[in-house]
């Protein structure tokens, strides 16, 4: 700082080098937006099977009916959604070695209540029941989904 308690010209930064860092940092904050953005939009395109889930996987290429049994919390219901949402889309990745289908299928999901069979695989595959904002965040990619329809009202 001089004598008038300024500081020098030689300590202060420049203002070009400043704004390009806050416009650099921006860009940054925008990059990181989108890629959280296609993150949550493309589930399927990050999923990677555990050894139990590939097995899971591989299995059907040749069994018409399998049984994925483990304990709470591993990965039963994201492995039939992952394979579901492969199934509906068409988009398998390189790795896989299940079933493949070269036409269109027609999925049922059922269960022991309607709001059951509505909460679990619909969270799964589209994304929060409840929100319809943020139906594309499950495991069937936004960019695959053309439309919803909204299924019979509950009461």
Do not use: C
């Not at 390009?20 to 990050?46: F, G, I, P, V, W």
């Not at 555990?50 to 483990?70: P, V």
């Amino acid at each position: 700082m001089t004598k008038s308690g300024s500081a020098s010209a030689a300590s202060k930064p420049s203002s070009g080098r400043s704004s390009r860092a806050l416009a650099a940092k921006k860009e940054y904050l925008s990059l990181l937006r989108e890629l959280d953005r296609r993150r949550r939009t493309n589930q399927l395109a990050a999923y990677r099977p555990y050894l139990r889930q590939a097995e899971f996987h591989a299995a059907g290429a040749t069994n018409r009916e399998r049984l994925f049994m483990a304990g709470n919390q591993l990965g039963k219901t994201r492995a039939g959604g992952a394979e579901w949402a492969m199934h509906l889309t068409g988009r398998y990745p390189r790795w896989w070695q299940g079933k493949v289908f070269d036409a269109a299928v027609r999925l049922w999901a059922a269960g022991v209540t309607g709001e059951g069979t509505r909460d679990n695989p619909q969270r799964i595959l589209l994304g929060p029941p409840q929100q319809p904002a943020a139906w594309g965040t499950g495991m069937i990619p936004a960019d695959a989904i053309v439309s919803t329809m909204a299924g019979r009202a509950s009461g």
